[in-house]
């Protein structure tokens, strides 16, 4: 199977499994969608999803925010972790968007990756996600599937992304990154894999990884 073959066919797999994918994410608009990914950020989506309820219950929007103190917000989003960096985030993020973009999030990628806290996987969710604008934001799921999938090298999230931005058109890019992720929770995870229940790795994989993985 050439890469031509390849691409088409894991096109094709993740389309038939996933023709309506969800977001992860709970969120109601692009504010609330931003500080969900700045909380998930080595934190699964559940936990996220049971966290954000809460504090946006206090605050889903940047003027309520800034009411509140960075120790109030941090004790709402404590478990899930990181929370000195990511109230201090949270924070001054909603008060840049009030003071420069009147209270909105810019959907723009430089103007996102100055705000605190948010980096360029953040920045490429938001403006996938909630802008419909194309991006291919690489979370481990992604890196560790197109590592699988002889797509990119595996050498770091960075080289990943612009792998797949290379080989996947760019009119599927913000469905497609999001089947991905699907797929890797549910037939391709880092723990407790196994061959048979995944077809585009077996079907088109390393054979010394897959071997490796078979044995462990």
């Not at 699964?44 to 206090?58: A, E, G, M, S, Y």
């Not at 605190?116 to 604008?133: C, E, L, R, W, Y």
Request: with cysteine; net charge positive; charged share 30%.
């Amino acid at each position: 199977m050439n890469k031509k073959e390849r691409i088409r066919f894991i096109i094709e797999e993740l389309e038939k499994k996933y023709p309506k994918v969800p977001i992860p994410l709970d969120h109601k608009d692009p504010y609330t969608l931003l500080i969900a990914v700045l909380l998930s950020a080595q934190c699964t989506d559940v936990r996220v999803n049971k966290i954000t309820p809460i504090l946006f219950k206090k605050a889903d929007n940047p003027y309520d925010m800034v009411k509140m103190s960075i120790e109030e917000i941090k004790d709402i989003i404590r478990p899930c972790g990181l929370s000195p960096m990511k109230s201090k985030g949270i924070y001054g993020l909603s008060k840049i968007l009030i003071d420069k973009y009147k209270g909105k999030v810019p959907a723009d990628f430089e103007l996102l990756e100055q705000l605190p806290a948010v980096g360029h996987k953040t920045a490429s969710v938001v403006m996938s996600q909630a802008f419909n604008i194309p991006a291919f934001p690489v979370d481990t799921h992604i890196h560790r599937l197109l590592y699988r999938w002889k797509i990119s090298t595996g050498k770091n999230v960075k080289k990943t992304e612009e792998d797949a931005k290379k080989v996947f058109p760019i009119e599927l890019w913000n469905k497609l990154h999001l089947q991905i992720i699907w797929y890797g929770r549910e037939y391709s995870p880092a723990r407790g894999w196994d061959i048979n229940k995944d077809i585009i790795t077996k079907t088109i994989g390393r054979k010394k990884l897959i071997n490796k993985l078979i044995r462990n």
